[in-house]
């Protein structure tokens, strides 16, 4: 048997790794030093009250003959699927609920799409990025050329139409960055893919921390969208449903390649190559979008922007350039004095004990910057600010 | 952007939608005469109340700060692996860990595992067979050769030294055959696979049927099979799992390919596309492997042994030939008088109303069998085998 050679290719990630060293041997020479982590792309808050309980309801169906359920649909029960459609709908949105595919999560789904594609297309990815793009593609063995993001570009690049690419990944609200496309630079990359016969794949993960409504929450409030994009969301930040495992994605039926439809292909792989959801977690996730989840989650979020309108506002105090933290739950700034993202990653923990991401940890691009979260609790969330404005002070 | 064309050469499986279409029809023809299903793949006893009981206090867990999860392990949390490695202990197994990978489903991971194999490589499959095997390994582009399972082997085909084969799926008690491997069997495969750098993807989903202490419930009961197997199994049949969804995949350490660990490679895919099993269906699992959840699932197997010996007893009384049922949910018959899989499936349901499963969907070798399963309730078993008596006598 001859393994899969492309395996070798994939970069070994030392990001998450050094920065756990970092802490630990910081730690070890300093156990009286609180250190506080806002570098953590982990909700804190518990899942809410009607999800809890939906969850539990399920739970008993599960345990009596009348009620059990066995194998569900592979694409997701339609009691969830329909109130998908609303919640697109309340955005101004339409989908049909065979376009609604029910996920364990964006990231599975970002991976496994790859499937459907021929391993001789060039995949288009932003620099800095979510690390998952570049990997799942390289896996493949697939070509992968950068776009850069940068100051320069607010970190929003937009179409080289010197560049051909058949594979284009978005995310807005961007990871790490923070930054957020409007409808107008939304609708150069739509155009682009439709003009290129290329697919867009689009993560929306972030979208629930958009309140600006001019912005894009979904790449399907852009015209031509549904015939280039293929998008992927999930309930790990809406809902705090990182260990909960739920998400969507969104294969347009009007979504056509040399004459088949992408709709029709997921569909197979999926039926081929998962079981669907848990039958718990879909009622779980169902109790998100009935009025009283989507006012409680509504509460978790807007802790969140709190937390992330803190860090924003300490930041600016002292003319530190960032983005982010508005309609994200990520800050992106530049590191001060001209430091590399890992010079200031040090520089705060052995000064003042606050954790953060070094920026060059996501692309070269990110170099120079760093990223903070808003994901902590709020104490510690201003016991940091308060260090960090001592320290920039 | 070019698909992936080798999803135009999947067969498209018509069978059991085309089993839907003739009840169907029979049923609006003959809305008086009521319809016994015997060709159910899929669980209908609840889950046991130990796991019902697991689930509930995990989701409350859920709802706390305190005792909130976030993201855990992409191969599962220590606790669940630790209950499966005591599990194989009982059966003589002895595994580390880090070997141990919790997953969503044997039929996801079948699939996934595909991801660390060259495309170039060739693959044996039973002949008949459960289709995925065939499906995702037609979508990969990989050459499909079959060998044959049949009454002069006893559906249970060993080793052939002239075939020449890279990736060997083996499914033992069989799905759609019941037939079991004993332990002088399976160490044929295990030394051909060994003597050939051929990899074995041992799918024993239905393990948990066996009662006889001399039967394999692992392939790693078997000298060698830890340089050679990968195995998956679920807890879909042990615990009625099948809309639940959990499983486990056993990745050996000493599983090694051109120098290269298949289980790193494995730790690496799951790592970067997919994100775990939900924490709460991992306590749910967990509660399986407790004495009482293991007393009470064998109450839930032994309902399905015994409508298998219902079945099967009176295809004996009859002298139908047929296999399967003993250690299995399945029971394999050869159609009497001559008939297609096909014309017994239309003879039962316009004389006796009870629905089956046409061997011929399985493959050609399954052509004039037909499968039954014991995951119908008591009351309907014993009719639909008093039916069955009645039209055999």
Redo the contacts between chains.
């Keep these: 048997?001859?393994?899969?050679?492309n395996?070798?290719n994939?970069a070994d990630s030392y990001l998450f790794s050094t920065v756990a060293k970092k802490v630990s041997e910081f730690s070890s020479k300093n156990p009286d030093k609180k250190i506080i982590r806002l570098g953590i792309g982990?909700?804190?808050?518990?899942?809410?009250?009607a999800?809890?309980s939906a969850?539990?309801s399920a739970?008993?169906e599960?345990?009596?003959?009348e009620t059990?359920?066995?194998?569900?649909p592979e694409q997701g029960y339609e009691f969830l699927k329909t109130r998908l459609q609303d919640y697109y709908k309340s955005h101004n949105v339409d989908l049909e609920l065979d376009e609604i595919f029910i996920s364990?999560?964006a990231?599975?789904d970002l991976?496994?799409i790859l499937?459907?594609?021929?391993v001789?297309?060039t995949v288009l990815v932003p620099d800095p990025v979510y690390p998952?793009y570049v990997?799942?593609n390289t896996?493949a063995g697939r070509k992968i050329v950068y776009i850069d993001a940068n100051e320069q570009n607010d970190f929003l690049p937009l179409p080289d139409s010197s560049v051909k690419a058949?594979?284009i990944y978005l995310c807005s609200p961007n990871n790490p960055t923070g930054a957020v496309y409007n409808k107008t630079q939304l609708k150069k990359w739509v155009d682009y893919a439709n003009e290129n016969?290329?697919?867009i794949l689009f993560d929306s993960a972030y979208e629930c921390f958009i309140t600006d409504k001019e912005l894009p929450r979904s790449i399907y409030e852009i015209e031509g969208a549904k015939t280039c994009a293929i998008e992927f969301c999930s309930l790990s930040k809406t809902a705090?449903f990182?260990?909960?495992?739920c998400g969507y994605t969104i294969v347009p039926k009007t979504l056509v390649?040399?004459g088949?439809s992408?709709n029709k292909?997921w569909l197979?792989?999926q039926t081929?190559?998962?079981?669907?959801?848990?039958?718990?977690?879909q009622r779980g996730a169902e109790a998100v979008f009935t009025p009283e989840g989507l006012e409680e989650i509504q509460e978790n979020l807007n802790y969140y922007r709190e937390n992330a309108k803190l860090i924003s506002e300490t930041l600016k105090k002292h003319n530190i350039w960032h983005i982010g933290g508005k309609h994200s739950p990520y800050i992106w700034l530049r590191c001060p004095n001209n430091m590399t993202s890992w010079e200031f990653f040090d520089y705060l923990l052995e000064n003042v004990q606050v954790v953060g991401t070094p920026g060059a940890g996501f692309g070269k691009n990110g170099e120079g910057y760093f990223r903070l979260t808003s994901f902590g609790s709020r104490e510690n969330t201003i016991e940091a600010v308060e260090r960090l404005d001592k320290l920039f002070g």
């Design positions: 048997m001859n393994i899969n050679k395996y070798q994939i982990d909700v804190t808050l518990p899942l809410c009250k999800v809890v969850l539990k739970c008993d599960m345990g009596v003959k059990f359920r066995g194998y569900g364990d999560g990231k599975s991976g496994n499937d459907l594609f021929a001789d297309n998952v990997d799942t896996m058949d594979i016969h290329a697919v705090g990182t260990g909960t495992r390649f040399d088949v992408l292909m197979r792989r081929t190559k998962f079981n669907g959801v848990p039958y718990i977690i």
